[in-house]
Protein backbone atom coordinates (compact mmCIF):
# COMPACT_ATOMS: atom_id res chain seq x y z
CA UNK A 1 0.00 0.00 0.00
CA UNK A 2 1.64 3.33 -1.07
CA UNK A 3 1.75 5.71 2.16
CA UNK A 4 1.39 9.26 1.61
CA UNK A 5 3.71 11.75 3.26
CA UNK A 6 1.77 13.63 6.29
CA UNK A 7 4.29 16.61 5.24
CA UNK A 8 2.96 16.86 1.33
CA UNK A 9 -0.35 16.88 3.17
CA UNK A 10 0.37 19.69 4.69
CA UNK A 11 1.18 21.74 1.85
CA UNK A 12 -1.57 21.02 -0.15
CA UNK A 13 -3.53 22.05 2.30
CA UNK A 14 -1.75 25.23 2.94
CA UNK A 15 -1.70 25.79 -1.06
CA UNK A 16 -5.69 25.61 -1.25
CA UNK A 17 -6.35 27.81 1.47
CA UNK A 18 -4.36 30.36 -0.13
CA UNK A 19 -5.84 29.98 -3.09
CA UNK A 20 -9.72 30.35 -1.32
CA UNK A 21 -8.20 33.45 0.54
CA UNK A 22 -7.20 35.14 -2.79
CA UNK A 23 -10.39 33.91 -4.58
CA UNK A 24 -12.49 35.55 -1.69
CA UNK A 25 -9.92 38.77 -2.20
CA UNK A 26 -10.31 38.63 -5.65
CA UNK A 27 -14.26 39.08 -6.03
CA UNK A 28 -13.50 41.83 -3.07
CA UNK A 29 -11.42 43.84 -5.66
CA UNK A 30 -14.37 43.32 -8.39
CA UNK A 31 -16.85 45.48 -6.92
CA UNK A 32 -17.60 48.41 -8.91
CA UNK A 33 -17.44 51.67 -7.67
CA UNK A 34 -19.01 54.63 -9.50
CA UNK A 35 -20.45 57.78 -9.08
CA UNK A 36 -24.31 58.87 -10.07
CA UNK A 37 -25.77 62.08 -9.75
CA UNK A 38 -29.22 62.34 -8.87
CA UNK A 39 -31.82 65.81 -8.80
CA UNK A 40 -34.72 65.62 -6.43
CA UNK A 41 -37.16 68.71 -5.00
CA UNK A 42 -36.59 69.43 -1.74
CA UNK A 43 -39.44 67.80 -0.26
CA UNK A 44 -38.40 64.72 -1.71
CA UNK A 45 -34.83 64.49 -0.42
CA UNK A 46 -35.52 61.97 2.78
CA UNK A 47 -37.21 59.73 0.56
CA UNK A 48 -34.65 59.84 -2.10
CA UNK A 49 -31.57 59.64 0.35
CA UNK A 50 -33.40 56.03 1.63
CA UNK A 51 -33.75 55.06 -1.62
CA UNK A 52 -30.37 55.35 -2.41
CA UNK A 53 -29.55 54.12 1.01
CA UNK A 54 -31.57 50.69 0.56
CA UNK A 55 -30.64 50.06 -3.39
CA UNK A 56 -26.74 50.16 -2.19
CA UNK A 57 -27.69 47.17 0.48
CA UNK A 58 -29.05 45.02 -2.31
CA UNK A 59 -26.15 45.64 -4.76
CA UNK A 60 -23.86 45.39 -2.04
CA UNK A 61 -21.51 42.83 -3.63
CA UNK A 62 -21.82 44.27 -7.07
CA UNK A 63 -21.64 47.79 -6.85
CA UNK A 64 -20.37 50.67 -4.61
CA UNK A 65 -22.16 54.14 -5.88
CA UNK A 66 -21.09 57.54 -4.69
CA UNK A 67 -24.54 59.66 -4.82
CA UNK A 68 -24.19 63.28 -5.88
CA UNK A 69 -28.08 64.92 -5.02
CA UNK A 70 -28.80 67.97 -6.20
CA UNK A 71 -31.81 69.80 -5.82
CA UNK A 72 -34.21 70.72 -8.59
CA UNK A 73 -37.98 71.01 -9.63
CA UNK A 74 -39.82 69.15 -11.43
CA UNK A 75 -41.28 71.53 -13.44
CA UNK A 76 -37.91 73.32 -14.26
CA UNK A 77 -36.29 70.30 -15.22
CA UNK A 78 -36.23 70.61 -18.75
CA UNK A 79 -35.20 74.04 -18.79
CA UNK A 80 -32.12 73.25 -16.73
CA UNK A 81 -31.10 69.99 -18.42
CA UNK A 82 -31.41 71.18 -21.93
CA UNK A 83 -28.61 73.93 -20.88
CA UNK A 84 -26.21 71.14 -20.78
CA UNK A 85 -27.43 68.05 -21.34
CA UNK A 86 -23.94 66.64 -21.16
CA UNK A 87 -23.70 68.90 -17.35
CA UNK A 88 -26.93 67.59 -16.30
CA UNK A 89 -27.59 64.88 -13.45
CA UNK A 90 -27.20 61.18 -14.54
CA UNK A 91 -30.88 60.57 -13.05
CA UNK A 92 -33.54 63.47 -13.20
CA UNK A 93 -37.52 63.99 -12.70
CA UNK A 94 -39.90 66.10 -14.55
CA UNK A 95 -43.37 66.60 -15.45
CA UNK A 96 -44.46 63.91 -18.72
CA UNK A 97 -45.09 66.49 -21.26
CA UNK A 98 -41.66 68.02 -21.12
CA UNK A 99 -40.29 64.31 -22.72
CA UNK A 100 -40.50 65.15 -26.50
CA UNK A 101 -38.18 68.47 -26.07
CA UNK A 102 -35.73 66.28 -23.46
CA UNK A 103 -36.01 63.16 -26.14
CA UNK A 104 -35.56 65.42 -29.35
CA UNK A 105 -32.66 67.25 -27.93
CA UNK A 106 -30.93 63.79 -27.16
CA UNK A 107 -31.12 64.22 -23.58
CA UNK A 108 -32.84 61.50 -22.85
CA UNK A 109 -31.90 57.92 -22.70
CA UNK A 110 -34.04 55.27 -24.77
CA UNK A 111 -34.34 52.56 -22.16
CA UNK A 112 -33.48 49.05 -23.17
CA UNK A 113 -36.79 47.61 -21.59
CA UNK A 114 -40.06 45.86 -23.37
CA UNK A 115 -42.45 49.17 -22.44
CA UNK A 116 -45.57 46.67 -22.38
CA UNK A 117 -43.84 44.26 -19.62
CA UNK A 118 -42.50 47.01 -17.75
CA UNK A 119 -45.35 48.94 -17.76
CA UNK A 120 -47.97 46.64 -16.55
CA UNK A 121 -47.74 47.63 -12.98
CA UNK A 122 -48.73 51.32 -14.21
CA UNK A 123 -51.64 49.69 -16.01
CA UNK A 124 -50.57 48.25 -18.87
CA UNK A 125 -50.20 49.53 -22.78
CA UNK A 126 -53.77 50.85 -22.81
CA UNK A 127 -53.28 53.33 -19.65
CA UNK A 128 -52.39 57.13 -19.88
CA UNK A 129 -49.47 56.18 -17.78
CA UNK A 130 -48.14 53.93 -20.94
CA UNK A 131 -48.77 57.05 -22.83
CA UNK A 132 -46.98 59.44 -20.99
CA UNK A 133 -43.59 57.43 -21.46
CA UNK A 134 -43.70 55.51 -24.47
CA UNK A 135 -42.89 56.39 -27.97
CA UNK A 136 -42.74 54.65 -30.90
CA UNK A 137 -42.61 52.00 -29.35
CA UNK A 138 -39.80 52.90 -27.16
CA UNK A 139 -39.81 53.44 -23.38
CA UNK A 140 -38.13 57.05 -21.92
CA UNK A 141 -38.47 56.94 -18.40
CA UNK A 142 -40.57 55.42 -15.90
CA UNK A 143 -44.21 57.21 -14.05
CA UNK A 144 -43.14 57.68 -10.58
CA UNK A 145 -46.90 60.00 -9.71
CA UNK A 146 -49.84 60.59 -11.01
CA UNK A 147 -50.40 65.08 -11.92
CA UNK A 148 -53.22 66.59 -11.82
CA UNK A 149 -55.43 68.96 -10.07
CA UNK A 150 -59.15 69.19 -8.59
CA UNK A 151 -61.37 70.72 -6.04
CA UNK A 152 -59.89 71.36 -2.35
CA UNK A 153 -63.02 72.47 0.24
CA UNK A 154 -63.40 73.17 3.63
CA UNK A 155 -66.56 70.90 4.95
CA UNK A 156 -67.53 73.66 7.74
CA UNK A 157 -68.48 76.27 4.45
CA UNK A 158 -69.46 73.52 2.56
CA UNK A 159 -71.84 70.59 2.01
CA UNK A 160 -71.99 67.82 -0.83
CA UNK A 161 -74.19 69.99 -2.83
CA UNK A 162 -72.95 73.24 -2.67
CA UNK A 163 -69.18 72.25 -4.34
CA UNK A 164 -71.14 70.95 -7.14
CA UNK A 165 -71.21 74.40 -8.56
CA UNK A 166 -68.31 77.01 -8.93
CA UNK A 167 -71.01 80.08 -8.51
CA UNK A 168 -72.58 78.52 -5.68
CA UNK A 169 -68.76 77.76 -4.08
CA UNK A 170 -68.09 81.69 -4.92
CA UNK A 171 -71.10 83.30 -3.25
CA UNK A 172 -70.59 80.98 -0.11
CA UNK A 173 -67.08 81.97 0.66
CA UNK A 174 -68.05 86.03 -0.32
CA UNK A 175 -70.72 85.66 2.08
CA UNK A 176 -68.24 84.46 4.36
CA UNK A 177 -65.73 87.25 3.24
CA UNK A 178 -63.61 84.40 2.70
CA UNK A 179 -62.14 83.53 -0.71
CA UNK A 180 -62.04 80.53 -3.15
CA UNK A 181 -58.84 80.62 -5.50
CA UNK A 182 -57.22 79.89 -8.87
CA UNK A 183 -55.07 80.52 -10.67
CA UNK A 184 -56.03 82.42 -13.89
CA UNK A 185 -52.51 82.70 -14.91
CA UNK A 186 -51.20 79.45 -15.38
CA UNK A 187 -52.54 78.16 -18.53
CA UNK A 188 -52.60 74.58 -16.92
CA UNK A 189 -55.60 75.70 -15.22
CA UNK A 190 -57.26 78.22 -17.63
CA UNK A 191 -57.45 75.14 -20.05
CA UNK A 192 -60.40 73.68 -17.50
CA UNK A 193 -63.07 75.96 -18.79
CA UNK A 194 -62.22 76.57 -23.05
CA UNK A 195 -61.74 72.72 -22.66
CA UNK A 196 -65.31 72.14 -21.18
CA UNK A 197 -66.77 74.07 -22.88
CA UNK A 198 -65.88 72.06 -26.06
CA UNK A 199 -63.40 74.46 -27.58
CA UNK A 200 -59.83 72.79 -28.59
CA UNK A 201 -56.76 73.18 -28.18
CA UNK A 202 -54.12 70.26 -29.33
CA UNK A 203 -50.75 69.79 -31.20
CA UNK A 204 -51.32 69.51 -35.20
CA UNK A 205 -49.89 66.31 -36.78
CA UNK A 206 -46.19 67.42 -37.36
CA UNK A 207 -46.20 68.00 -33.02
CA UNK A 208 -44.71 71.69 -33.54
CA UNK A 209 -47.58 73.69 -33.45
CA UNK A 210 -50.92 74.42 -31.86
CA UNK A 211 -54.64 74.10 -32.87
CA UNK A 212 -56.66 76.39 -30.90
CA UNK A 213 -60.39 77.66 -31.45
CA UNK A 214 -60.40 79.46 -28.23
CA UNK A 215 -61.63 82.87 -30.30
CA UNK A 216 -64.29 81.35 -31.97
CA UNK A 217 -67.29 83.03 -33.28
CA UNK A 218 -69.53 80.17 -34.11
CA UNK A 219 -70.82 77.86 -31.90
CA UNK A 220 -72.20 77.19 -28.64
CA UNK A 221 -70.44 78.70 -26.72
CA UNK A 222 -68.72 81.24 -28.57
CA UNK A 223 -65.45 82.74 -27.58
CA UNK A 224 -66.39 85.54 -26.57
CA UNK A 225 -69.24 84.29 -24.19
CA UNK A 226 -67.12 82.25 -22.65
CA UNK A 227 -64.81 84.99 -21.99
CA UNK A 228 -67.94 87.01 -20.30
CA UNK A 229 -67.88 84.55 -18.03
CA UNK A 230 -64.96 84.44 -16.35
CA UNK A 231 -64.98 87.95 -16.06
CA UNK A 232 -68.21 87.22 -14.22
CA UNK A 233 -66.08 84.53 -11.75
CA UNK A 234 -63.03 86.99 -11.40
CA UNK A 235 -64.66 90.12 -10.32
CA UNK A 236 -66.77 88.32 -7.74
CA UNK A 237 -66.18 88.79 -4.17
CA UNK A 238 -65.71 85.91 -3.02
CA UNK A 239 -62.93 84.97 -5.65
CA UNK A 240 -59.47 85.51 -6.18
CA UNK A 241 -56.63 84.50 -8.74
CA UNK A 242 -53.72 83.13 -6.63
CA UNK A 243 -50.44 81.20 -7.27
CA UNK A 244 -49.61 77.70 -5.66
CA UNK A 245 -47.52 79.75 -3.07
CA UNK A 246 -50.16 81.98 -2.56
CA UNK A 247 -53.07 79.79 -2.21
CA UNK A 248 -51.34 77.57 0.37
CA UNK A 249 -50.41 80.44 2.20
CA UNK A 250 -54.04 81.60 2.49
CA UNK A 251 -55.33 78.27 3.58
CA UNK A 252 -52.79 78.63 6.50
CA UNK A 253 -54.06 82.22 7.95
CA UNK A 254 -57.44 80.73 6.99
CA UNK A 255 -58.66 83.31 4.32
CA UNK A 256 -59.34 80.52 1.70
CA UNK A 257 -61.97 78.16 2.27
CA UNK A 258 -61.62 76.53 -1.39
CA UNK A 259 -59.82 76.37 -4.31
CA UNK A 260 -58.53 74.78 -7.68
CA UNK A 261 -54.97 72.90 -6.94
CA UNK A 262 -52.96 70.26 -7.52
CA UNK A 263 -52.35 67.12 -5.90
CA UNK A 264 -48.88 67.80 -4.58
CA UNK A 265 -50.69 70.37 -1.92
CA UNK A 266 -52.61 67.62 -0.77
CA UNK A 267 -50.43 67.13 2.92
CA UNK A 268 -50.57 71.02 3.88
CA UNK A 269 -53.87 71.37 2.89
CA UNK A 270 -55.06 67.97 5.15
CA UNK A 271 -53.22 69.35 8.34
CA UNK A 272 -54.58 72.75 8.18
CA UNK A 273 -57.79 72.08 8.00
CA UNK A 274 -57.89 68.61 9.57
CA UNK A 275 -61.33 66.60 9.64
CA UNK A 276 -62.78 69.34 7.77
CA UNK A 277 -60.47 68.69 4.71
CA UNK A 278 -62.57 68.04 1.57
CA UNK A 279 -61.67 67.28 -2.28
CA UNK A 280 -63.87 66.49 -4.95
CA UNK A 281 -63.77 66.44 -8.75
CA UNK A 282 -63.78 69.93 -10.43
CA UNK A 283 -67.29 71.96 -10.40
CA UNK A 284 -69.52 72.87 -13.17
CA UNK A 285 -69.22 76.78 -14.26
CA UNK A 286 -71.97 78.76 -15.96
CA UNK A 287 -71.73 80.18 -19.75
CA UNK A 288 -74.74 82.21 -20.13
CA UNK A 289 -77.70 80.01 -19.63
CA UNK A 290 -75.81 76.52 -20.28
CA UNK A 291 -74.22 74.20 -17.03
CA UNK A 292 -70.18 73.85 -18.55
CA UNK A 293 -68.68 70.97 -16.38
CA UNK A 294 -64.82 72.16 -15.74
CA UNK A 295 -61.98 69.93 -17.38
CA UNK A 296 -58.61 69.72 -16.69
CA UNK A 297 -54.79 68.77 -17.95
CA UNK A 298 -53.46 65.60 -16.53
CA UNK A 299 -50.49 64.04 -16.31
CA UNK A 300 -47.42 61.99 -14.85
CA UNK A 301 -44.34 62.82 -12.81
CA UNK A 302 -41.80 61.16 -14.01
CA UNK A 303 -38.24 59.55 -14.04
CA UNK A 304 -35.28 59.40 -16.59
CA UNK A 305 -31.56 58.82 -17.54
CA UNK A 306 -29.66 61.58 -19.00
CA UNK A 307 -28.42 60.03 -22.88
CA UNK A 308 -24.91 61.08 -21.60
CA UNK A 309 -24.32 58.74 -18.08
CA UNK A 310 -21.66 56.58 -18.19
CA UNK A 311 -23.64 53.97 -16.20
CA UNK A 312 -26.94 53.62 -18.09
CA UNK A 313 -27.69 50.31 -16.69
CA UNK A 314 -27.67 50.75 -12.72
CA UNK A 315 -29.50 54.55 -13.60
CA UNK A 316 -32.24 51.62 -14.90
CA UNK A 317 -32.23 49.74 -12.10
CA UNK A 318 -32.05 52.09 -9.04
CA UNK A 319 -34.90 54.10 -11.12
CA UNK A 320 -37.22 50.93 -11.66
CA UNK A 321 -36.42 50.37 -7.98
CA UNK A 322 -37.23 53.90 -7.11
CA UNK A 323 -40.76 53.59 -8.83
CA UNK A 324 -41.25 50.28 -7.89
CA UNK A 325 -44.50 49.25 -5.39
CA UNK A 326 -42.53 49.28 -1.85
CA UNK A 327 -41.33 53.12 -2.64
CA UNK A 328 -44.51 54.64 -4.28
CA UNK A 329 -46.69 53.72 -1.48
CA UNK A 330 -44.04 55.34 1.18
CA UNK A 331 -43.83 58.22 -1.08
CA UNK A 332 -47.83 58.22 -0.78
CA UNK A 333 -47.81 58.01 2.72
CA UNK A 334 -45.01 60.76 3.50
CA UNK A 335 -46.09 63.40 0.88
CA UNK A 336 -49.72 62.52 -0.44
CA UNK A 337 -48.74 62.49 -4.23
CA UNK A 338 -50.75 60.01 -6.16
CA UNK A 339 -49.26 56.73 -7.03
CA UNK A 340 -48.37 56.41 -10.54
CA UNK A 341 -48.33 52.50 -10.30
CA UNK A 342 -51.85 51.45 -10.21
CA UNK A 343 -51.25 48.12 -7.59
CA UNK A 344 -50.55 50.93 -5.27
CA UNK A 345 -53.44 53.28 -5.94
CA UNK A 346 -55.87 50.93 -5.98
CA UNK A 347 -54.46 49.89 -2.44
CA UNK A 348 -57.27 50.46 0.22
CA UNK A 349 -55.27 53.07 1.88
CA UNK A 350 -54.95 55.08 -0.87
CA UNK A 351 -57.85 55.13 -1.92
CA UNK A 352 -59.43 56.59 1.08
CA UNK A 353 -57.13 59.48 0.52
CA UNK A 354 -59.63 62.45 -0.55
CA UNK A 355 -56.94 63.47 -3.60
CA UNK A 356 -56.94 60.07 -5.01
CA UNK A 357 -60.49 60.03 -4.60
CA UNK A 358 -61.12 63.33 -6.40
CA UNK A 359 -58.03 62.99 -9.26
CA UNK A 360 -60.26 59.48 -9.91
CA UNK A 361 -63.76 61.47 -10.12
CA UNK A 362 -61.89 63.55 -12.30
CA UNK A 363 -60.50 61.44 -14.72
CA UNK A 364 -63.03 61.15 -17.26
CA UNK A 365 -62.53 65.11 -17.50
CA UNK A 366 -58.83 65.22 -17.81
CA UNK A 367 -56.88 65.30 -20.80
CA UNK A 368 -52.86 64.18 -21.26
CA UNK A 369 -51.39 67.65 -21.36
CA UNK A 370 -49.74 67.55 -25.29
CA UNK A 371 -49.14 71.70 -26.30
CA UNK A 372 -46.53 73.26 -28.05
CA UNK A 373 -44.63 75.77 -25.79
CA UNK A 374 -46.25 79.01 -27.60
CA UNK A 375 -49.18 78.43 -25.40
CA UNK A 376 -48.23 79.28 -21.90
CA UNK A 377 -47.05 82.93 -22.05
CA UNK A 378 -49.91 83.65 -24.71
CA UNK A 379 -52.38 81.84 -22.26
CA UNK A 380 -51.09 83.83 -19.11
CA UNK A 381 -50.90 87.02 -20.57
CA UNK A 382 -55.12 86.76 -21.28
CA UNK A 383 -55.68 84.90 -18.19
CA UNK A 384 -53.88 88.08 -16.15
CA UNK A 385 -55.66 90.45 -18.20
CA UNK A 386 -59.40 88.74 -16.97
CA UNK A 387 -57.98 88.06 -13.52
CA UNK A 388 -57.48 92.12 -12.83
CA UNK A 389 -61.09 92.32 -14.45
CA UNK A 390 -59.99 93.89 -18.07
CA UNK A 391 -59.37 97.30 -16.05
CA UNK A 392 -58.80 98.56 -19.92
CA UNK A 393 -61.87 97.29 -20.91
CA UNK A 394 -60.31 95.97 -23.87
CA UNK A 395 -62.91 94.09 -26.29
CA UNK A 396 -63.16 90.60 -25.62
CA UNK A 397 -62.64 89.11 -29.19
CA UNK A 398 -59.53 91.42 -29.72
CA UNK A 399 -58.06 89.59 -26.50
CA UNK A 400 -58.95 86.31 -27.76
CA UNK A 401 -57.56 86.53 -30.97
CA UNK A 402 -54.61 88.09 -29.28
CA UNK A 403 -54.54 84.97 -27.35
CA UNK A 404 -54.91 82.40 -30.07
CA UNK A 405 -52.55 84.03 -32.59
CA UNK A 406 -50.22 83.91 -30.15
CA UNK A 407 -51.07 80.10 -28.99
CA UNK A 408 -50.69 78.67 -32.86
CA UNK A 409 -47.80 81.15 -34.53
Request: charged share 25%.
Amino acid sequence: MKRVCRAHIRIVSIALVVVIIGALTGCGSNIEKITLSLWATEAKMSLVDRAMKDFQKIHADEVEIEWQVSKEAEDTCKETVLSNPEGAADIYAFADDQLDELKDAGALLKLDVNPEEALKPFGGSDSTAYESVVRDGAMYAYPESANGYFLYYHKKYFDKKDIRSLERIIQIAGNDNKKVTMDFSSGWYLYSFFQGAGMTLKLDDTGSKNICDWNRKDGTPTGKELAKALLGITTSRGFKSMTDDACVEGVKNGSIIAGINGAWNADTVSACWGLDYGAAKLPTFMVGKKKVQMASFAGYKVVGINAYTKYPEWCRKFVEYFTSKEKQFIEFQETGEVPANQEVADMEEVQKAPAVKALTEQEQYASLQRVGGNYWNAASKFGVTIASGNPDKKDLQELLNKMVKGITK
